[in-house]
């Protein structure tokens, strides 16, 4: 890990956010959103190459791989609050040992540095019982939840911004290929942007203890996306449903050697088994619009 640019203290104290994940779209409108409030960001980093930007804003940089508990420690010392966006595994391994690995380090990470704070990013569905792709979150949160450290567990719904993977075939096309099935079922969706927004305000507060934080913006189904893309785009574009039976033999052919895991991860959706947890947690709705998140997609693929 190396440092650059000493981070602000007040009376010997530190004032610094730490911000893994900064690189990403949840992780860099986290920390736009904390330097446009004045608060000093610490970009916590694997790519040294992609600091110069952050640098730009004032940020000071640290390099650290995720899975590596030294160097995270002391990216996290003397941290007022740390933001844990864990690396995404879409194709794991059984029983997720990369995904451990990880949650191993930030742990240890964590424990040690003792932060005044953390807010991790989870997701939707982190509390189901059944084994998927989003079991890598509920791992994290478990693991977490045993540290005496004030803990925030963000829960987003699904990333509207996963639609870009459509906009090619609704131009082209008119079509969406859709795994969340039936196409007239809505899920609860969000921009990546109203999560960064939550992520600034939440690691800005204090709290006592684990707490659970779902956020959601709106509930669309894959028809919903199809007509939005018909309104951006002048033409019409309909959902059509990927069969559930060639969904294997479909993501090995892209590269996947593991598909399982995202194949149950859909399955939760489509069943209803991944969902919010609800009760007495605590509910964020975001404001951001999916035609205004469809409508950057479609002007960054043209």
Known sequence: MQWRIP???????????????????????????????????RAVMRDAHKAESWEAFGCEIAIAEMDDAAALTRAFEGAQGVFILPPSDFDPEQHFPEAKAVIAAVSEAIATAQPQRVVCLSTIGAQAV?????????????????????????R??????????????????????????????TVPMIATADVGRTAAA?????????????LEGQHVSPEDIAATFSLIL???????AVPRETW????????????????????????????FEGGNIERIQGTVSLVAVLTQLVNLGT
Do not use: C
């Open 7 to 41: 981070f602000g203290l007040i009376d010997g104290r530190s004032i610094m956010y730490a911000i893994t994940g900064i690189t990403g779209k949840v992780g860099g409108a986290l920390a736009r959103a904390l330097l446009e409030n004045k608060q000093p960001v």
């Open 130 to 154: 059944n084994t998927n792709l989003l079991t890598q979150r509920t791992l994290m949160e478990q693991a977490l939840s045993k540290l005496d450290v004030p803990v925030t567990f963000l």
């Open 156 to 185: 987003p719904g699904w990333f509207m911004e996963n639609a870009l993977w459509d906009v090619a075939t609704a131009r082209d096309e008119g079509v969406i290929h859709s795994f969340l099935q039936p196409l007239d079922k």
């Open 202 to 214: 939440l690691i800005q507060q204090s709290w006592h203890g684990q707490r659970i934080v779902e």
């Open 234 to 240: 002048g033409r019409s574009v309909q959902a059509q």
């Open 248 to 275: 294997d033999n479909l993501f090995r052919a892209q590269g996947m050697q593991h598909p399982l895991a995202r194949i149950r991860m859909l399955d939760g959706f489509n069943e209803g088994w991944i969902s």
